[in-house]
């Protein structure tokens, strides 16, 4: 995500953090280089220009902080604008009424059908109650797609094959969103591969028929500042609320989310991160930047590891950690949570300088790795998880045809894991020592208690 414009602006940073002091002259230097990563990135010309200049105006101003170095203020400066400029904070959706209306709106293949799902999933994990609403009455493969998402989330849908009045499928949907008490609907509109006039007369009439609370304009993040005139253009129609920007995960550059909030004043309110229905995030401001400064975002590394681990199930890991009684089902279940997580690559770019592994490692063997691993282990039986020590040579060649490896395979995994135990007996011995001298607590680091 955004790796071109990050790998520019490491660059700038590292002769910034050189500089002894702030003066005109290295400033306007530094600022010209950031100018030029914004433009790579297809930053509008208006919004680099104006964004230079800000910088610079409070660069110049600023009394330096005598316990911080000048170059590390500058960098302070520029991820404070780079936040203000993504919108400074979480927009979140406007769903007071009941049933609230949402409307999907963009051109042809920006995702809307696919967001539509991962908005209704999403949406569920907040309590609500959505209902999507097929109204794109010109792709036929819209309509399909959209009800296996509304089954695969578990969420009702209103799919009208053969209609061609949108209206009327519009109506429907009410009476369905008051009978299945549903709270939020999800309309599914058309696009076009260009904006074109019957297009925006159908979305104003469904529009001024819905009245929605939420007017979303769904972008490819890869088209970079072509987006945002396409945002003015639907904005001039519709009076968007705010957008969705997909396929971050694969924009290298930036464009479009650094120029949004700029160019329109609205600003983008989910991000679309990958294919599958998890991948789709409400959009931080403050946790971008710091993604695209090359400094992690911890914050919701934690929330998807809280998502992924269940408290208790954690507790009862920890307990058996100290005792030095973890098993490969324990392990299994510990890779499978990690997978759960998200990719390693999406992992990678969440932790603070993970995006420079992810630009010269070859992920690809991390995940190869794993999925060996995970295959292994399933193809023992409930016995040689629990009880290694009974893995003989005729049972190991058993898992290693199984699951496809080799028995060398299956050896190096045992290897690991033993060692793995052994180090973790070492670990609850030590921890209940700290624990009897009254530190630590008797638990281990990064286990939900320990301070």
């Not at 400066?77 to 936040?83: S, W």
């Not at 400074?88 to 051109?107: E, F, K, R, W």
């Amino acid at each position: 995500m955004f790796e071109s414009l990050s790998g520019k602006l490491k660059g700038v940073f590292r002769d910034l953090r050189g500089l002894g002091k702030i003066s005109e002259t290295n400033v306007s230097e530094s600022l010209r280089d950031v100018r030029m990563a914004l433009l790579e990135a297809d930053v509008n010309f208006k919004v680099a220009k104006a964004f230079i200049g800000r910088v610079k105006e409070k660069a110049l101003g600023e009394k330096v902080i005598q316990s911080i170095q000048p170059g590390q203020q500058m960098i302070k400066i520029i991820n404070d604008e780079l936040v203000d400029l993504l919108g400074s904070t979480n927009a979140g959706l406007d769903l007071d009424a009941l049933p609230s209306s949402i409307m999907m709106v963009g051109l042809h293949g920006a995702g809307k059908t696919t967001s539509s799902g991962k908005l209704a999933r999403l949406l569920v994990k907040k309590g609500k109650k959505p209902l999507l609403v097929a109204a794109d009455v010109y792709r036929p493969a819209a309509m399909d797609q959209l009800e296996t998402l509304a089954q695969q989330v578990e969420v009702a849908s209103v799919v009208l094959r053969g209609e061609k009045d949108v209206l009327k499928i519009a109506k429907q949907a009410k009476k369905v969103a008051t009978a299945e008490n549903c709270d939020v609907m999800i309309f599914d509109t058309a696009g076009r591969l260009q904006i074109d006039e019957p297009l925006v007369q159908e979305l104003v009439r469904l529009r001024d028929l819905i009245k929605p609370q939420e007017t979303l304009l769904v972008l490819d993040a890869a088209t970079g500042q072509e987006a945002v005139n396409v945002a003015s253009h639907f904005d001039e129609a519709l009076s968007l609320t705010g957008a969705i920007l997909t396929k971050l995960d694969g924009d290298a550059r930036g464009g479009a989310a650094l120029s949004m909030k700029e160019v329109t004043g609205k600003a983008i309110k989910f991000a679309g991160v990958g294919e599958k229905l998890d991948e789709f995030e409400e959009f931080h401001p403050e946790r971008m930047a710091s993604r695209i400064l090359g400094m992690g975002d911890v914050v919701s590394l934690v929330e998807k590891a809280a998502e992924a681990v269940d408290e208790e199930d954690a507790r009862k890991l920890e307990e058996k950690m100290r005792k030095g009684a973890f098993t490969l089902e324990d392990f299994l279940q510990q890779l499978q949570q990690m997978k759960q997580m998200g990719s390693l690559e999406s992992l990678l770019g969440m932790m603070p300088g993970g995006s420079d592994i992810v630009a010269n490692a070859d992920l690809s063997k991390g995940e190869k790795e794993f999925r060996r691993m995970e295959g292994i282990i399933c193809s023992m039986t409930q016995l040689e998880r629990k009880r290694p020590n009974v893995l003989n040579a005729s049972r190991r060649k058993r898992i290693a045809a199984g699951s496809g490896t080799t028995v060398a395979e299956v050896n190096t995994l045992l290897k690991t894991f033993a060692r793995m135990q052994k180090m973790m007996k070492k670990m609850g011995k030590f921890q209940k020592m700290m624990g009897k001298l009254g530190g630590g607590g008797g638990m281990m680091p990064g286990m939900p208690g320990f301070r």
